[in-house]
């Protein structure tokens, strides 16, 4: 492990050498020079004012690009609305899941670097998850459970694809007492408590199924987040900081952002209809996550927070083979792992799903307007983004409603507007 380290300080010094300024590298284009309707923006206000008007969120900002130009960049409403503050593009939104693709590619660069291997047991990194057990049944009344041996281990593969057995308490509900009495969070944790504690405890409890057999959204990321830990000596914060966000430019998303507590923005709830003030009587999260939350818990699945313009950023250096303005983060080669369909058949959707992405396939394109080979995902806030390589395009919207009917409402009108006034 002292070897890994010391190669690490030398990476370190490497990117920190080649690091470039990028603020004045951002390129704007009208829509209609970037192959638009000149009505995108106005259609856009429409849309999002309505939104807002309606009460289903209280503000918004979208960020549209395409062959690396920015098109649109917009706020609409409120990024406070009780105090009156209006919401600008520099804003920050938690972006739970987002947060996943980042934590895949930090993965990927270890790979890339043979500090690992997509198919090595997990219990190589973390020793709590040998011996892995499938759950059987559980006795709410007494909280026992049956449970039986897994057919093999964990893999790091596994972990990727979210077939490993590991779930949410909300995606597997036989697991959801489990979960809480061994008090494993689905975002982010107690203060004082560090994300090597909660995974160790979860490597001890049983799985939803045998690894391999089929697909359980859950915190596989989180664990793969502790696994970069452990492989690069360095804290999961320090390595995004080291070898992706600093030679990116990402200079607004982190884990915890001191200083910036005016730059969030507020949380909302949709209850009983009405638009409201994120509550905290659930108990299961502080509403001024990630300003006064545990600042010793990196969430590699759900903890990041950023903006609408970082992300892009980030998005688009996966679009452009593993670079941006000149700085490489990955070769175009491994990347290919993000972009490559590895569930075959394993899971119940017309989409596939690669090690950071679902990726929109012949079928699942029948069903919005985005082509086959588009790469997406969101966020449990209401916070969404997708790829769309055919049309060299970067999409990313944020608002920050917990939770919300009307997500696949406002992410589809919004894609719906988009594409129909794609005329080139």
């Known amino acids: 492990m002292r070897k890994i380290s010391i190669l690490f300080l030398f990476l370190i010094f490497i990117y920190s050498c080649t690091y470039q300024e990028t603020s004045d590298l951002f390129r704007f284009a009208p829509p209609d ?87 090595d047991p997990v219990e190589n990194y973390i020793p709590e998850f040998a011996n892995p057990q499938v759950l059987v049944s559980f006795d709410e009344e007494t909280g026992v459970n049956e449970a039986r041996p897994a057919s093999r281990s964990i893999t790091i593969h596994d972990l990727l694809t979210h077939t490993s057995g590991i779930a949410y308490n909300f995606t597997r509900p036989e697991l959801a007492s489990i979960y809480e009495s061994e008090n494993i969070p689905a975002i982010i944790a107690e203060p004082g408590v560090t994300i090597a504690q909660t995974m160790a405890r979860l490597g001890r409890l049983p799985l939803a199924h045998d690894p391999g057999d089929a697909y359980s959204y859950g915190l596989n990321t989180d664990v793969l987040g502790l696994v970069v830990e452990i492989v690069s000596g360095l804290s999961l914060a320090d390595y995004f900081n080291h070898f992706i966000f600093e030679p990116l430019g990402m200079n607004d998303t982190g884990f915890y952002l001191p200083g910036r507590h005016n730059d969030l923005t507020a949380m909302y709830s949709i209850q009983n209809g009405e638009l409201v003030r994120f509550s905290e009587e659930s108990g299961t999260l502080n509403a001024n996550f ?135």
């Open 290 to 424: 990630p300003v006064q939350e545990n600042l010793t818990y990196y969430a590699g699945g759900a903890g990041l927070t950023s903006t609408a313009r970082d992300y892009f950023i980030f998005l688009q250096a996966i679009l452009n083979g593993g670079e941006w303005n000149g700085t490489r983060i990955i070769s175009s080669y491994t990347l290919n792992y993000l972009k490559t369909d590895q569930m075959l058949g394993i899971w119940d959707d017309p989409d596939g799903f690669s090690y950071g992405f679902r990726i929109t396939s012949e079928a699942g394109a029948g069903a919005g307007m985005r082509p086959p080979g588009s790469l997406s995902w969101g966020g449990a806030f209401q916070t969404t983004y997708w790829i769309d390589p055919v049309n060299e395009m970067v999409v990313v919207l944020m608002t920050q409603v917990l939770p919300s009917p009307y997500s696949e409402e406002i992410y589809n009108r919004f894609e719906s507007v988009l594409y129909s006034a794609l005329v080139e």
């Open 33 to 119: 020079e970037l192959g638009f309707s000149s009505g995108l923006e106005s259609d856009l206000d429409q849309v999002f004012e309505q939104f807002i008007y309606d009460e289903k969120i209280a503000g918004a900002v979208a960020l549209i690009a395409r062959n690396g130009q920015i098109a649109i960049e917009k706020a609409w409403g409120w990024q406070d609305k009780e105090n009156e503050r209006l919401m600008e593009t520099h804003h920050l939104f938690r972006i739970a899941s987002m947060t996943k693709a980042v934590t895949s590619l930090a993965i990927l660069q270890l790979y890339e670097k043979g500090l690992l291997d997509f198919q």
